[in-house]
């Protein structure tokens, strides 16, 4: 991982992004990191990065976790047929 600071990339970030082998970059303030750039080479990453980033779903996660430690929860075969009668239903 290349590792730029601020200032750096503020003046480079043209060439940062479209530089071939495009690895990530760790960009750093004061000696201190702040952030890493990473390109996006797939567009399924962008969903997924918006995905580990949604305070929505984070909830919803959380939400489940609990219900599945107090026991609240179901078997996976009784959620996947649950899930193959709804995508049946659909079709209809």
Not at 37 to 55: F, G, N, Q, V
Not at 61 to 79: H, N, V
Request: proline residues 5%; charged residues 30%; negative net charge.
């Amino acid at each position: 991982m290349r590792t730029f600071t601020i200032a750096e990339v503020r003046e480079n970030l043209d060439v940062l992004v479209r530089k071939p082998g495009n690895e990530a970059v760790l960009i750093t303030e004061n000696g201190q990191p702040l952030a890493i750039l990473s390109l996006i080479t797939d567009p399924s990453d962008m969903e997924r990065l918006k995905m580990a980033y949604s305070p929505q779903l984070q909830e919803l996660l959380a939400t489940s976790r609990r219900q599945i430690a107090e026991g609240k929860g179901i078997p996976a075969d009784e959620f996947w047929r649950q899930m193959e009668e709804e995508y049946a239903a659909e079709g209809e």
